[in-house]
C-alpha cells in the first residue's frame, strides 16, 4: 500500500500496477491537452449535491455510486488523486474516499504541476474504463455537521479551522448574506499551506506552522471553507499528521444562511 502523500517518482514506479486507480481532478480543458497515462477524469461537480443554500455537501449516495462505478472502482484498489490547482479538489475526493470507507488512497504531492516539472509521462490518450457496480455505504466519523460546529464553540477541545482568505474571515469581503466567521475560529489560508516555490507541493514546515496559529496534534479539528473545497486540503493535511481532523461539508454556504448560527466579524 503506498502512503498517504507520494511524490511523482513514487508515482512513476508504479504506472504499470494493474491495481492502480489514477483520478485527474483538474481542470477539463487541461485533462484533454495532457495527463498521467491511465488517469480517469472526474469533473469537481461530481463530488458536492449542487443543492442550494450548501451546494458543497456530501451528495446522496445515489450520486456516489454513479460516481465510482462509473470510474471502475473496487475497494482492493490504491487509488492516487491529483489536480493542478495545490491539491483542494484532490484533497475532496481523498475525503469521500474516506466517507465511503476506502483505506488506500494517496495524494500526489505538487499535483500535474510537479508530475509535469520532474519531466515524467504524459498523455491525451482516454483510457479504458470498466465500469463496476459498487454498493457504498457511508462513514460519518470524518463528516462534520452544522450540530457538531454549533457544539464546538467554546470547547477548548476542538478548533475550528477556517481555510479561506483572510478577506473572506474577516468578513471584509463579500461572499454571502451573512459575512465574517465562526466564533473562535482560526483561520490559515489554504494557499499559505502550499510551497510556491516548490511546484504546489505542502509545505516541508506545514507542522510548525500549524502549530504557530494554534493548530495542534492535541486538539479535535474541523475544518472548512465555502464550500469544503479548498478545505479538502486542510482536511488532507491533518490526517497526513496523524490529527483528529473532520470536514464541514456545509462549510460557510450552509454556516451563513442560517440565521439561528453565530458570526464574528
Known amino acids: 500500500m503506498l502512503p498517504l502523500i507520494i511524490e511523482p517518482e513514487t508515482l512513476a514506479d508504479h504506472l504499470q500496477d494493474e491495481n492502480l486507480l489514477i483520478i485527474d481532478l483538474c481542470r477539463p480543458g487541461t485533462y484533454m491537452r495532457m495527463h ?3 488517469a480517469i477524469h472526474v469533473e469537481p461537480a461530481e463530488l458536492i449535491s449542487g443543492v442550494q443554500p450548501a451546494t458543497g455537501k456530501l451528495p446522496g449516495l445515489d450520486k456516489l455510486e454513479a460516481l465510482f462505478n462509473r470510474i471502475g472502482y473496487l475497494p482492493e484498489k490504491q487509488v ?13 475526493f481523498i475525503w469521500t474516499l474516506d466517507v465511503i470507507g476506502h483505506r488506500k488512497s494517496s495524494y500526489l504531492n505538487g499535483g500535474l504541476v510537479a508530475w509535469a516539472t520532474a519531466k515524467h509521462p504524459m ?5 479504458e474504463i470498466r465500469e463496476t457496480r459498487t454498493n457504498l455505504t457511508v462513514d460519518t466519523s470524518c463528516i462534520a455537521t452544522k450540530e457538531h460546529v454549533l457544539a464546538s464553540i467554546g470547547d477548548p477541545e476542538t478548533i475550528v479551522w477556517d481555510a479561506r482568505s483572510a478577506e473572506e474571515y474577516s468578513g471584509v469581503k463579500v461572499t454571502s448574506k451573512r459575512n465574517g466567521h465562526i466564533p473562535g475560529a482560526i483561520n490559515l489560508d489554504w ?10 507541493r505542502i509545505r516541508n514546515d506545514i507542522t510548525e506552522l500549524l502549530k504557530a496559529r494554534g493548530i495542534t496534534a492535541d486538539k479535535s479539528i474541523i475544518t472548512h471553507c465555502q464550500t469544503h473545497h479548498r478545505s479538502g486540503l486542510t482536511y488532507l493535511i491533518g490526517k497526513s499528521l496523524g490529527y483528529s481532523i473532520q470536514a464541514y461539508d456545509g462549510s460557510w454556504t450552509e454556516w451563513s444562511n442560517d440565521p439561528e448560527t453565530p458570526i464574528e466579524t
Not at 85 to 91: Q, V
Not at 123 to 127: C, F, G, H, L, S
Not at 191 to 200: A, G, I, K, S, T
Open 36 to 38: 498521467i497515462p491511465g
Open 191 to 200: 494557499l499559505e499551506v502550499m510551497d510556491h516555490d516548490r511546484q504546489l
Open 80 to 92: 492516487v488523486a491529483y489536480d493542478d490547482e495545490g491539491g483542494g479538489w484532490a484533497g475532496r
Open 123 to 127: 498523455t491525451t490518450q482516454i483510457p
